[in-house]
């Protein structure tokens, strides 16, 4: 149903909502573009932006400050221990003087490489590429200028400082990332966007921004393409206000004052029309974002080559094939035999207390499907009654608080035993899995081990998940486990299998801990 004519709600959540001024916007298409409808005039989005983003860059310095004096302090003494040792003279005063030069000139050289762009704290690896870029380049140009003008420095102060530097700007760099995101999915720092696209490319992309809260951006309204048909009237694309056509685009960007203009995929039917568009917008301070016709792609994968005023972008083909690589296989049989040794007092303790629980056998197993549709016997210990199997099919029919439409999960499943409750909640039923990682049938990390019934109802897609070994976790243990829906699942999984890097897994082992420690969608 058309929404009523009503100023738009103000999405920047930093405090109250300013006054809203309810204005017409007129066409200035001469051929008669889409009737003026009522939008809201809200606050001057740039001076509120430029806010933002002073006041990121200012606390971000002053936190880099209080980490190189940190580390400055850190490196002292660990010198200190050299003097007490009698391995180094004392050079005290020479250590304090130069400990300031170097840090202002790490400072900059951290602003020469973009280490201080509000744009990059909220997502991607920009922001720690920069630092340590920076901080290679602050070493090199110190240890240079100390060899040429033979300044005094202590060599101990000088490798302390350049290791525990780098760490602790980027824990301050992963500690702003952390705040900003969690500040933004609680409503703060939120952006105004404006998307410009058909109205299928703005559905897309609305319910991914929705989806992903953390990016912080809200769409408050839409721009139908000139080609597209409009109404002389409201309307909206799933609760998102239509406020014209494309040809309308800078006055309606005038009134509603965005922050950021979004163009979707199709937004503009050539380049030249694009262009002039961009020359329209540029007197008006907002940010514009392109959003080319793919998703799902890690940015390691997509390399931007303006040749001959073309924006080429080159996309590197998916990574399936080298998620098998033996690196990777290496690494899992190195950890697997190491957590196995060191969590066998555990194991072992585990199996004693679901023995006594209820007598029966402590290793559940099961027939998984592996890579390449490939069975194998799955091993989990047992957190069910020992009949749980022949139940399954009437719990099925009752439907109740299914994990997603294909993977059966109940939140408060009767089978479950006492010991089984405690055992899922932290996921230590999982463990006897390092024997199938040790064994080759499974990897530490990837897409989750299926039953055959479920990949019996696999769809083309879904099926891509076989293309590389199952894991112990993956991005779906650490995205929400069995709160997200089964597109979600396979969403997250095929961008695991097409985006594979040994960088990745060991973030996402990383942040399995923390999934596990919170037994979010643990059940």
């Known amino acids: ?6 100023p738009l709600p103000s999405l920047d959540h930093d405090g109250p909502a300013p006054p809203a001024s309810v204005v017409e916007a007129p066409d200035p298409s001469p051929s008669g573009g889409p009737a003026p409808h009522r939008i809201a005039l809200t606050a001057q989005a ?15 310095v002053l936190a880099d400050i209080v980490a190189l004096t940190l580390a400055s302090v850190a490196a002292y003494f660990i010198r200190q221990s050299f003097v007490s040792l009698g391995r180094a003279p004392d050079l005290g005063g020479a250590i304090s003087d130069s400990a300031v030069v170097i840090a202002a000139g790490w400072l900059l050289a951290i602003m020469a490489s973009g280490g201080y762009n509000p744009r990059l704290i909220s997502a991607g690896p920009e922001l720690y590429r920069s630092v340590m870029r920076a901080s290679l380049i602050a070493a090199g140009l110190v240890g240079a200028g100390l060899y040429l003008t033979g300044v005094p420095l202590s060599r101990p102060f000088f490798v302390a400082l350049f290791l525990v530097g780098p760490l602790l700007l980027l824990l301050v760099r992963l500690l702003a990332r952390r705040l900003l995101q969690r500040a933004r999915t609680a409503g703060k720092f939120r952006s105004r966007v404006l998307a410009v696209g058909s109205p299928s490319a703005v559905r897309g992309i609305s319910r991914t921004l929705r989806r992903e809260a953390w ?5 408050a309204g839409a721009v139908l393409p000139i080609s597209e048909h409009y109404d002389r009237g409201p309307q909206d694309i799933d609760g998102i206000q239509v406020m014209g056509r494309e040809d309308s685009l800078r006055s309606v960007v005038r009134l509603m004052r965005p922050d950021i203009v979004l163009f979707t995929a199709g937004s503009t039917a050539t380049a030249e029309e694009f262009r002039r568009t961009a020359w329209d917008l540029e007197d008006l301070n907002v940010d514009v974002i392109v959003v080319p016709g793919l998703s799902e792609i890690a940015g390691d994968r997509v390399r931007m080559r303006p040749v001959a005023g073309l924006p080429l972008v080159h996309l590197d083909l998916p990574r399936s094939r080298k998620a098998l690589t033996w690196t990777k296989r ?8 190491l957590a196995l040794l060191l969590l066998s007092p555990v194991l072992l303790g585990i199996m004693i207390a679901i023995k006594r629980d209820d007598g029966g056998t402590p290793i559940f197993r099961q027939q998984r499907v592996g890579r390449g549709g490939r069975p194998f016997t799955f091993l989990k210990f047992r957190s069910m009654v020992t009949d749980a199997e022949s139940r399954r099919d009437e719990l099925e029919t009752l439907a109740r608080d299914r994990g997603n439409a294909v993977m059966f999960k109940m939140a408060d499943d009767p089978r479950v035993t006492k010991v089984g409750k405690v055992l899922r909640r932290y996921s230590l039923d999982e463990l006897p899995q390092l024997i199938n990682v040790l064994r080759g049938d499974m990897s530490l990390v990837g ?8 990949v019996s109802d696999y769809d083309i897609d879904a099926k891509r998940r076989l293309a590389v070994s199952p894991g112990i976790t993956g991005l779906w243990q650490v995205s ?6 089964w597109d979600d ?24 801990v923390r999934a596990v420690l919170a037994s979010r969608g643990a059940y």
């Open 480 to 485: 929400g486990r069995s709160n997200l829906s």
């Open 447 to 454: 897409p989750r081990p299926a039953l055959p019934q479920e």
């Open 1 to 6: 149903m058309a929404p009523t004519t009503q």
């Open 215 to 219: 990016l912080g951006y809200d769409v």
């Open 330 to 337: 290496a690494f899992d049989i190195a950890a697997s035999s």
């Open 489 to 512: 699942t396979v969403r997250l999984d095929l961008y695991y299998v097409d985006n594979w890097s040994f960088t990745r897994d060991l973030l996402i082992l990383a942040r399995t």
């Open 46 to 60: 740039p001076a509120r932006i430029r806010r933002r983003r002073v006041m990121a860059t200012t606390s971000l």
